[in-house]
């Protein structure tokens, strides 16, 4: 063959290649353009459905953690943007408070995330199953259950043994001084029973109001009178296994002190706000206060000025002197309506684990001065105040829950009421007691 055909055919083969190359990449493009089926299609995620959750609590007024709540519910909302939170609050100074919570968790008003008392005060709903145990949840997120305080969980069990209400600061309370009265006054802080009726007796004279407290709302009168007397066996005795004889010496030494002076003229018409405004205004010179109540008081003078001692032992007293009232009173609860609920569950559950971080119980605490349920959380006190407080509760010889979540609500608004009868001899302290210890029978029938 001729090198011109040989060249011709040559050529011939290449084209004859090139052409079939195209053919099978036009195939191959052609079929990468074909429309997917929507099988095929990669699938968005769903958007996450609207919520609304109403969180009931006592952080609102002029609780000292307000704000500090209010920033964590917010924060929460920024990042679950499909969740909106009412933050519906009552102070819980106002006796009306408990009589709400109840009233809702009888009516099919259940808040979505309640913060309440333990003990006595959620017996009743604990009892009529309006809210879920929480050790499931819990053990279901070691994480979550590892940020608490072992100490404070336990402290929130009910008597059934379960966990309902997870905590977030706990709380002391003692007698609240202003030393520069008492220095101005040449008196010797009342460390024991002689210097606090010396101190009575003194400022009463004068004018000054030695002890701020209330007849009505009398908690704290009862709660440290009883420890002081009684000691802490005999104060965390409640009523339903019988009278401690030391309860009557409680109430006579309210009304030894009364003599003296020691309660503000109008104790009979004021309530704890009024009480508190008068110490924090520098009108009293002692009142008997939780660690909640440093946040209320804005005067340096009173500020700069005040420490915090345990209420000092009776003569004849069975406290050692370093028995305080304190502990974790009070939490999270879930109610089962809300559990139930499928389009609530996760977002309440989502929004009960955020209140509850370190991160939100470490700010809180810091705001109230309250003691941290944060495992591992150390919060130094904002004043002076707030230190030697965490230092008397460090220090106690025995930390014990309020008397109000050990007998029931009834039983306890008979103690408040006797508070007035027995210091204005209308009553004895031995038919104050009888009286609250037959209610407290009936309602455990």
Not at 100 to 125: C, H, I, R
Request: net charge negative; glycine share 8%.
């Amino acid at each position: 063959m001729k090198r011109s055909s040989l060249i011709l055919l040559s050529m011939l083969v290449v084209f004859t290649m090139f052409l079939t190359a195209c053919g099978k990449t036009e195939e191959k493009n052609t079929a990468t353009e074909q429309p997917k089926t929507e099988s095929e299609k990669p699938k968005e995620e769903a958007p996450k459905k609207d919520v609304s959750l109403r969180v009931f609590s006592t952080f609102g007024g002029t609780d000292a953690a307000r704000e500090a709540f209010q920033a964590a519910i917010d924060e929460f909302v920024s990042k679950n943007p499909n969740v909106k939170v009412e933050n519906d609050t009552m102070s819980a100074n106002d006796d009306g408070f408990r009589t709400k919570v109840n009233t809702d968790m009888t009516s099919g008003n259940e808040p979505d995330v309640l913060f309440y008392f333990v003990g006595a005060d959620a017996q009743g709903f604990v009892d009529a199953g309006k809210v879920v145990p929480l050790n499931e949840i819990l053990d279901a997120d070691p994480e979550w259950k590892a940020g608490f305080s072992p100490a404070a969980l336990e402290n929130t069990r009910q008597k059934d043994g379960n966990i309902y209400a997870v905590p977030l600061t706990g709380f002391y309370e003692g007698l609240f001084v202003n030393k520069k009265i008492f220095a101005d006054n040449n008196l010797e802080l009342p460390t024991d029973w002689d210097k606090l009726k010396k101190a009575v007796e003194t400022l009463s004279k004068k004018g000054i109001i030695p002890l701020a407290a209330p007849f009505d709302q009398s908690h704290y009168v009862i709660e440290h009178f009883i420890l002081s007397a009684a000691g802490a066996k005999g104060h965390n005795s409640g009523l339903l296994d019988g009278i401690d004889p030391n309860w009557e010496k409680g109430y006579a030494a309210m009304k030894e002190l009364y003599d003296l002076g020691a309660f503000p003229k109008d104790a009979a018409t004021i309530d704890l706000s009024m009480a508190s405004n008068y110490y924090g205004e520098g009108k009293a010179a002692m009142i008997l206060e939780g660690s909640w109540a440093m946040g209320n008081w804005k005067d340096p003078n009173v500020i700069d000025n005040t420490t915090v001692l345990p209420f000092p032992v009776m003569p004849g007293g069975a406290g050692t002197g370093k028995d305080i009232i304190g502990g974790f009173g009070s939490g999270f609860y879930l109610p089962k309506s809300t559990y139930d609920n499928a389009d609530k569950k996760d977002a309440a559950i989502a929004l009960l684990k955020h209140l509850t971080s370190p991160a939100v119980i470490e700010k809180i605490a810091l705001a109230n001065g309250g003691t941290p349920a944060a495992a591992g959380v150390e919060i130094k006190g904002k004043t002076q105040t707030a230190t030697d407080g965490f230092a008397m509760a460090a220090s106690a010889s025995s930390v014990n829950n309020p008397i109000d979540s050990m007998v029931a609500p009834e039983t306890f608004s008979t103690l408040r009421a006797g508070v007035q009868a027995v210091v204005t001899g209308k009553k004895s302290p031995a038919d104050v007691l009888k009286e609250a210890k037959e209610i407290e029978d009936a309602n455990k029938k």
